[in-house]
């Protein structure tokens, strides 16, 4: 009989083993089966930690195959699926999958101090009369402050700058019933008033006065103190400068990301916020 | 010819369908086939947008036929993966995974004012000598505050209140080289004084002047400078009051997540801080 050959990996910094197989020849379900049982007792032999396998779409008859083996699924993307198999006694010290999804609302003034709001064509709002900030999620890679500009952009065709998060909520269970959604609510300034809307998402859009948008009706109800408690924020920024919030410090590496601190020290390190810098490069 | 039966699915808000196989009984592979191809064919003449799998681990024979058919992997947890097919024309609408991971460093005081620092014995930190703050992931469902208090008495038995937010940092591609990391920086003020570290993470742990610790050789290489930025944040925060950080508000939801603003703003609204009354519901 020919000696099976172990699947290809690579020792992790972890006592892990990380087989990608995302650009590997096509191989059948017997032949798989075969490498994985031979790797595995090779790995348990050397006393290997972690395993994880990321199997392409176009792999995925072989899923069942590692799961009957042991392995469970880790995560998954558009085009792979990760699976791991923790090999010493429980438990597993494997780091966890992506536990968060993170939002923005924007709280954009205009020259003459009135803020943006709109109504949306669907979603929890729909049909409410409730105006609202704009809102909308962070992609994959994006910053947080540039995230908000480009959603106020999409919906209202409004030009900003980001100048600080005036506050965050928390929200557990808020997606797939288990993840947590981060909402930042962060102050932007207009640099156009001309607004343009975006007929599939928005219903309408406005400037309205910041009193008129906290004094809602909406914002009275019990069940809706989170909506309030924001809105106040919002108000209590508008009223006075005494409210700081966390703006950008220009930092080397903010190509890969920002550093948020409160406003008024991130101004001393900066001189200037740093997105003027990094917009082109996100 | 008997009548081949639809998937059993339930509408969402979104004009989709969403089709959860968690409880059904086995089904072969040709079976769901048939289902899957006949379903398909009704919510498309019904004009419906989005289509959901939740496939368990124990149908994983499944996944094959499904992607063959034009699904593909949106997400998966341990236990299952769910898959999606956009049926109108593109783009797709649908919800994105989660796409964020959140982490906390702890800047713990004692009641001589002097900071609580670790070495760890794996990771990035590892023999180089650093004395650094402790560190976390927020596990799922997990507020930021609950999860910063968690680390801190997990890796040194050191219990802690949670005081402020004092900076966050974006460091994108930081997991799986796509998902963005969150860092929360919070202080914590020591309720206990006494060190018990934990053996299998942690090598050294002790009690340290924040003025040595900010001034480590480390934070002053050209590379590190985030690291520098963070260090002069608690240096400044230590030094003066003047530094106001993000503190959470007790609202009447709270449960299910906290809401995070200037702390001088929450203690306005709250009296006082909001964990004192949540920490036993999360």
Redesign the interface.
């Known amino acids: 009989m020919d000696k099976i050959s172990l699947l290809n990996g690579v020792e992790d ?2 006592g892990g083993i990380v087989v990608n197989l995302m650009k590997v020849k096509p191989m059948t379900v017997d032949e798989f089966d075969s490498k994985l049982d031979v790797s595995l007792k090779a790995w348990k032999d050397q006393g290997k930690k972690g395993i994880w396998i990321k199997l392409p ?1 176009e792999l ?2 072989l ?2 195959t590692a ?1 009957k083996r042991g392995f ?11 699976l791991t198999y923790w090999l010493p006694e429980p438990p597993s010290t494997l ?8 939002g923005i609302g924007a709280f954009v003034l205009n020259k003459n101090r009135e803020m943006l709001v709109v109504q949306e064509n ?2 929890y709002f729909k049909n409410t009369g409730v105006w609202k900030v704009p809102t909308g ?8 402050w540039a995230g908000a500009v480009r959603e106020v952009k999409e919906e209202t065709n409004i030009e900003t700058r980001f100048v600080e998060v ?11 019933q ?3 959604d ?1 909402f930042f609510i962060c102050e932007l300034e207009a640099s156009t008033f001309e607004i343009t809307k975006q007929d599939s998402e928005i219903f309408g859009a406005k400037w309205m006065p910041v009193e008129e948008y906290a004094n809602q009706p909406y914002h009275a109800k ?2 809706n ?2 909506f309030k ?2 809105a ?2 919002c108000l ?1 920024r508008w009223q006075e400068k ?5 703006s950008t ?1 220009l ?3 903010s190509s ?7 406003a ?2 991130a101004n001393l ?1 900066n001189g200037k916020p740093d997105q003027d810098s990094t917009l082109t490069s996100i």
Chains 1, 2 share one sequence.
């Open positions: 910094n972890h779409s995925s008859s899923v069942n799961l469970t699924y880790h995560h998954a993307e558009n085009e792979y699926v990760m780091p966890a999958n992506a536990s968060h999804r993170i669907s979603g999620t962070i992609k994959e890679g994006e910053g947080i005036l506050a965050f909520r928390e929200s557990h269970k808020a997606v797939w288990r993840k947590t981060i019990k069940e103190e989170m408690l924001i106040n924020i209590k005494g409210y700081t919030g966390f410090v930092a080397m590496n890969k990301g920002s550093l948020y601190c409160n008024d020290h390190l």
